[in-house]
């Protein structure tokens, strides 16, 4: 069974940073896509924040360019976003997102507020 399950998530001030995880249950090497969204609030769809596909490079959305990092821990089962330099608007629920055996499976999220 496939699961995600996001951590990490949690009240920063703006300027700050977090890092959020996703641990898959599955190994990692089988992935064919991996990424991060975020639902702000107001809206109902997800938004993309970062993302990569296997044995591609990351890409980003242009709002998190060189703030956030995606990357990926083999042995641990992870996949990681680093987030810097948080602004108001970073409030979200983050997403974890994969693409296996040409399935989309989606973590439960994980709440992240930018505030003082």
């Known amino acids: 069974q496939v699961q995600l399950v996001e951590s990490g998530g949690g009240l920063v001030q703006p300027g700050g940073s977090l890092r959020l995880s996703c641990t898959v249950s599955?190994?990692?090497?089988?992935?064919?896509?991996m990424g991060w969204y975020r639902r702000t609030p107001g809206k109902s769809a997800r938004e993309l924040v970062a993302?990569?596909?296997?044995?591609?490079?990351?890409n980003y959305a242009d709002f998190v360019k060189g703030r956030f990092t995606i990357s990926t821990d083999d042995s641990e089962n992870t996949i990681n976003l680093q987030m810097s330099n948080q602004q108001h608007n970073d409030t979200a629920i983050y997403y974890c997102?994969?693409?296996?055996?040409?399935?989309?499976?989606w973590g439960q999220g994980t709440q992240v507020t930018v505030s003082t």
């Open positions: 997102n994969i693409l296996y055996r040409r399935k989309n499976y």
């Open positions: 599955i190994n990692m090497f089988s992935l064919e896509y």
């Open positions: 993302s990569i596909f296997s044995g591609g490079q990351p």
